[in-house]
C-alpha cells in the first residue's frame, strides 16, 4: 500500500506523527508533504514533533514547493491521501480546487483520481466559511473527520487518546491498527 501524508498548518502535530508511526509499523509506503504553515507551527509550538520527528517515519519526503514530485501526478498510484492536521486554509484550498503547491495539488489528483482523501482537521469553533468549506470537500469526495477522540476505551493517556483518533482516521484505509479497541466488538 502507498499512501500520501500531507501535514498543513493547522495545530496537532502530535496526531501526524502517531499516523506516521503506525503506517510506518503497518509497513505502508508513505509520501510526506509537509506545508510552510505546518513547519511554523511545528516551531512556535516547540514541545511537541518536530520535523525530523516526522520525516523520519516516512518512506519518502517532498518538498511543498516542488510541483514535479510524483505525487503532483495522476498517474503516479497511490491508495489515497491522508492530510492530517489539514488547516482551515489547505480545507478551503482543497474544497475549491485551488492547486498552488504540491500539498493541495496531491489533494486535488487524488480527487481527480476518485481515491480516497481524509482530511482530519482540528479547529473549534467552527464558523461559517469553515462548514461551508467541510461540506464542499465532503461533495467533492472527501472524507471529512476531527480529531475527536472517544473515551468509551477508558484512556489512561494522551498516548491512548492519539491512538484511538489514529486508528479511527487508517480505517477509513481499511486498515486494523494493532490495540484498537472498538466499541462492543467482543460482545456475543
Known amino acids: 500500500m502507498r499512501l500520501v501524508v500531507g501535514v498543513s498548518g493547522g495545530s496537532g502535530m502530535p496526531y501526524a506523527l502517531s499516523a506516521l508511526q503506525a503506517l510506518r509499523a503497518l509497513n505502508v509506503e508513505t509520501h510526506l508533504v509537509v506545508s510552510s504553515g505546518a513547519k511554523r ?11 525530523p520527528d516526522l520525516t523520519a517515519q516516512a518512506t519518502q519526503v517532498h518538498e511543498d514547493r516542488d510541483l514535479a514530485a510524483s ?27 485551488f492547486a498552488d503547491t504540491l500539498l493541495t495539488r496531491a489533494a486535488h489528483v487524488t480527487l481527480k483520481e476518485r481515491r480516497p482523501l481524509v482530511l482530519v482537521v482540528r479547529e473549534d469553533p467552527l464558523p461559517r466559511p469553515m462548514l461551508v468549506n467541510l461540506l464542499a470537500a465532503h461533495d467533492a469526495g472527501a472524507t471529512v473527520m ?23 482516521v487508517l480505517d477509513q484505509f481499511r486498515l486494523d491498527v494493532p490495540g484498537f479497541r472498538r466499541w462492543r466488538e467482543n460482545e456475543a
Open 41 to 51: 507551527v511545528m516551531t512556535a509550538e516547540g514541545a511537541g514533533p518536530q520535523l
Open 71 to 97: 505525487v503532483a501526478s495522476g498517474s503516479f498510484r497511490t491508495d489515497g491521501m491522508l492530510l492530517i492536521p489539514c488547516s482551515a486554509g489547505t480545507l478551503a484550498k482543497v474544497a475549491h480546487g
Open 146 to 168: 476531527t480529531a475527536s477522540p472517544g473515551f468509551y476505551h477508558a484512556p489512561q493517556d494522551v498516548g491512548e487518546l492519539l491512538h484511538f483518533v489514529t486508528a479511527r
